[in-house]
Nanobody
């Protein structure tokens, strides 16, 4: 059974930082890319960032480039999203997801597995 468990969300002031974690278990194929999507109230899910299994390929949404960094530790089966210079518009529920697509192909609907999400709130 595949499980993706997010942690690290919370309340932060604009300009602040948070680090999200996603612990993955049960992924038997080593070719899964992992990444993050987010959903703000009343909006569709939005791609944020993705990283390949090896960690040598990453992809970011334009809205977070230069502020967010995705990384992974395969020894711990965990990925991270370091979020700096947070803006009120970054507030959303952040979901960890897994896909056999390469990071460059994330953004379109269709992910194999999802976590339950972690709330990020940014106060202005």
């Amino acid at each position: 059974q595949v499980q993706l468990v997010e942690s690290g969300g919370g309340l932060v002031q604009a300009g602040g930082s948070l680090r999200l974690s996603c612990a993955a278990s049960g992924l038997t194929a080593s070719s899964y890319a992992l990444g993050w999507l987010r959903q703000a109230p009343g909006k569709e899910h939005e791609f944020v960032a993705a990283i390949s299994w090896s960690g040598d390929s990453t992809n970011y949404a334009d809205s977070v480039k230069g502020r967010f960094t995705i990384s992974r530790d395969n020894a711990k089966n965990t990925i991270y999203l370091q979020m700096n210079s947070l803006k009120p518009e970054d507030a959303a529920v952040y979901y960890c997801a897994a896909s056999l697509r390469s990071p460059d192909n994330w953004g379109a609907p269709g992910y194999a597995y999802w976590g339950q999400g972690t709330q990020v709130t940014v106060s202005s």
